[in-house]
């Protein structure tokens, strides 16, 4: 992106699992991102800080304050910044219902968009049932994941050597192994149904990691997808339509990291 390139502007914009405060966060993509756009809205959609890997061993560089400094400060030019805390970040449910500066914090939002549709927004890990009710197990599958995303850098970091396009081995692995594809049939009716009991057009999440939106269950499913595997979003167009940005593919890897204000950084 040139310096002197104005961004995107789009009504609004969704993002989850973002995972600052985790090597596997893939940050000069994101910064990149946030730099080239902006929204009148952005819902953070959960997982935004990793409080898991945090709190077992701290990581947090310049490059990871930066983000939020940046996000702050379209806040202060305007933007509307709301805050749904998901699994990771559940230290910051306690502020849900309240409003610190620039970011509002909630567990879940209905957000209508520019054609009437209404939306049903949260990170939704409460329809994990091994979030729910076998929480050490989320724990070690955690550890698991952070494995597969050591992996899946050491792909990418030989596939760019050779020219090749970004390769994601955990979407990979998702749709493919019978388990994955089952939990994410069955995350994803859970969600529409939940929607549904709300009088609701659509819904829109994170926490699973897997970009996508169909109507495959009578309205609309919209996920954020992540910023450690895929470095997808989902924006909507002043028509109210939905569509999914696959950043990593979009641009080089090698990505300009913006200049961004100190304030509010996180130390």
């Not at 990149?32 to 902006?38: P, V």
């Not at 379209?74 to 910051?92: A, I, M, W």
Request: with cysteine; glycine share 8%.
């Amino acid at each position: 992106m040139r310096a002197e390139a104005l961004p995107t502007r789009y009504r609004t914009l969704f993002l989850s699992d973002l995972h600052l405060g985790a090597r596997g966060c893939q940050v000069d993509h994101l910064l990149n991102f946030l730099a080239s756009l902006d929204a009148e809205t952005i819902y953070l959609v959960g997982d935004i800080i990793d409080g898991w890997r945090l709190d077992h061993r701290w990581y947090w560089p310049q490059s990871h304050s930066d983000v939020l400094s940046l996000l702050m400060a379209k806040g202060r030019t305007g933007t509307r910044l709301v805050y749904l805390p998901g699994n990771h970040d559940e230290f910051l449910r306690p502020y849900c219902g309240t409003r610190t500066g620039e970011m509002e914090f909630a567990n879940q939002a209905i957000h209508e968009a520019a054609n009437g549709k209404r939306y049903l927004v949260l990170h939704g890990d409460c329809f994990d049932r091994i979030q729910q009710d076998a929480r050490w197990l989320a724990f070690v599958g955690d550890y698991a994941y952070v494995a597969a995303l050591a992996l899946n850098t050491a792909v990418n970091r030989v596939g760019r050597g050779l020219g090749l396009p970004y390769w994601s081995f955990s979407n990979w692995a998702k749709k493919r192994v019978k388990g994955a594809v089952n939990f994410i049939g069955r995350y994803e009716e859970v969600l529409a149904r939940t929607a549904r009991e709300h009088a609701v057009d659509g819904v829109v999440c994170g926490h699973i990691h897997s970009a996508t939106i169909h109507e495959d269950f009578g309205l609309t499913y919209v996920n954020c997808g992540d910023w450690v595997e895929s470095c997808t979003a989902i924006v909507e167009h002043d028509d109210g339509q939905m569509e999914i940005i696959e950043w990593a593919n979009l641009r080089a890897p090698e990505v300009l990291r913006p200049q961004v204000e100190s304030e509010g950084a996180v130390a």
